[in-house]
């Protein structure tokens, strides 16, 4: 019975969620376009990773870089191997032209320069 009543009272709660975002719903008569109140529901505008105002090579914004970089440096020590360096999501040059100093390894440093 216990389990019966949460999954009551969840459905509950999904329903009413679903009638405030109905209710804040509009439509632009002008652009045909759904106007609404919650974040990310059926919005026109980009999203904050989405937004390129502030966006280095390629348009991708520092979130985006740090991202790429801190899923590829597996062991987090801020520098990339070989290995590593292929897990990258965003690359715009060769591993040895990444690396300017020669050492090897690929810094933080390094691969944000080679994006901008």
Partial sequence: MHRFTRLFTAGLCAVAAASAVYAQTT???VEGVVNTAVLGAGGTGMGPSQSRSDS???????????????????????E??????????IVTMSFEEMDRNF????????YEDSLH
């Fill in 103 to 110: 050492d090897g390894v690929i810094s933080r440093f390094e």
């Fill in 27 to 29: 439509v632009n008569p």
């Fill in 56 to 78: 280095g090579a390629g348009g991708y914004s520092a979130t985006d870089i740090a991202r790429s970089f801190f899923f590829a440096d597996t062991n987090h020590d801020g």
């Fill in 80 to 89: 990339l191997t070989r290995a590593e360096f292929r897990r990258l999501s």
